[in-house]
């Protein structure tokens, strides 16, 4: 497909979301309804397709993902996908055998095949983002891994779906969405063959044309630093925004608390893993302090017990703000998700915690429009009737304060290990 030229170094000049109009943005319920529009769409491919996720499993979703990217394949499609070297560690074999059916090329994002791979800081940045482009038409972005909605890695099989979602995109948005998914194999590509393509460049006739097409593998889309107003666009108006680790470090960040200090009536928010910095904490209490329905859904059911401590350190002093809390007991919780006041909805890969908003590289698709946020408010609705409300925080008193400094002090350490700078 032809794609118009593009400067070297577009890298974005501020963390605003770029809004753009005329999208399709549709909401998906966990696997069970990602999994078939995914396939789908694999299966209608022409051109390419492009696949990035933390967890590619060997169960029934993983191996009916893959054989759809094994078929289109086979049909001449450019098929790439990339996983996470920790999180797709269990099951690489098995997909790299089953991807090797047909041209499919799998690249790894920083493998840990060994021991040595793990002294390196850089290990603890990890490639979170779900993300999936068919044609440069259609996308999908949100939180669900290749792997089915009643398996978990640590638990196993469960009786209860998790509670997760992602949306199917078309129009502008999804080329940014392509872009990053193009980028992050790229970089994750490159790890194994940079000898090669260092050797090629200075053998080519134009090394300094080949080095520019390189740079433009390799770069995450652009932001726009102008400040624009996405109520004059067409509907439905939707902003692809990261999280990585060059220039747009707190791009979700921005986008969550702005959103959260704007809200007049609600802010309803799902994160399985929650501790916040000090800027989020202050926009959440704040919302609540202006009057702000302000709710909460975090885990009932735990995965994660360290997650879970570092949650409920929290709890006191945000019920003590009015902030209204919850916990999801039917099932896990893996949702990443926020609805401000009646316009305003986003759906990604990112936790509202250290790993999300300051190492991993994640990405949220941000929506105003209506209809959609109000999709989202019926979803969260019926999580909340089924949820168990937080009303008193346990571990008050010095049980409570000592509880708070080892998780601060985890949470400090941990950054450091992994070379974030600055306060959170």
């Not at 979703?61 to 098929?79: E, K, M, P, S, W």
């Not at 302090?289 to 409920?312: F, H, N, T």
């Amino acid at each position: 497909m032809n794609r118009p030229a593009e400067p070297l170094f577009p890298w974005t000049l501020g963390s605003q979301p770029s809004f753009t109009g005329g999208n399709a943005v549709e909401l998906l319920c966990g696997g069970d309804a990602l999994f078939p529009a995914q396939i789908a769409a694999i299966d209608a491919a022409r051109h390419e397709v492009w696949l990035a996720t933390y967890i590619f499993h060997h169960d029934d979703a993983g191996a009916a993902t893959a054989a759809a990217l094994c078929r289109a394949a086979a049909r001449g499609v450019r098929v790439r996908v990339v996983v996470d070297g920790f999180g797709s560690k269990a099951s690489l074999g098995w997909l790299r055998e089953q991807l090797q059916q047909a041209p499919v090329a799998l690249a790894v994002f920083r493998p840990i095949d060994r021991w040595w791979n793990w002294l390196h800081p850089g290990q603890l940045r990890r490639l979170h983002q779900k993300l999936c482009v068919v044609d440069g038409m259609v996308g999908f972005v949100g939180g669900i891994n290749i792997i089915g909605d009643r398996m978990d890695l640590h638990h196993g099989r469960t009786d209860t779906p998790r509670l997760d979602y992602a949306v199917r995109v078309s129009g502008p948005v999804v080329r940014p969405v392509e872009q990053a998914v193009r980028a992050v194999w790229t970089r994750a590509w490159l790890g194994h063959d940079f000898g090669d393509e260092v050797r090629a460049m200075i053998r080519s006739a134009s090394p300094g044309r080949r080095a520019r097409r390189l740079m433009r593998r390799i770069r995450m889309p652009r932001g726009d630093h102008r400040r624009r107003d996405p109520t004059v666009l067409p509907p439905m108006r939707a902003a692809f925004v990261l999280r990585d680790n060059f220039r747009q470090r707190r791009t979700i960040e921005h986008a969550y608390v702005e959103a959260i200090q704007a809200a007049t009536t609600r802010v309803d928010l799902i994160t399985p893993y929650f501790y916040p910095g000090q800027r989020f904490r202050r926009a959440l209490k704040g919302a609540a302090k202006r009057g702000v329905q302000v709710r909460l859904l975090l885990q009932g059911k735990v995965d994660y017990r360290i997650a879970a401590l570092a949650a409920r350190a929290l709890y006191e002093e945000l019920l003590g703000h009015g902030v209204q809390i919850y916990e999801y007991t039917p099932a896990f919780l893996h949702a990443k998700v926020c609805v401000v006041d009646n316009d305003w909805a986003t759906v990604g890969s990112s936790n509202i915690d250290p790993l999300s908003l300051l190492l991993n590289l994640e990405a949220n698709v941000v929506v105003r429009d209506a209809a959609f946020a109000g999709d989202v408010v019926r979803e969260f609705d019926g999580a909340i009737a089924r949820s168990r409300r937080v009303e008193q925080p346990d571990g008050r008193g010095l049980r409570g304060m000592l509880r708070r400094g080892l998780v601060a002090w985890v949470a400090y350490v941990y950054l450091r290990v992994a070379g974030a700078t600055g306060r959170y």
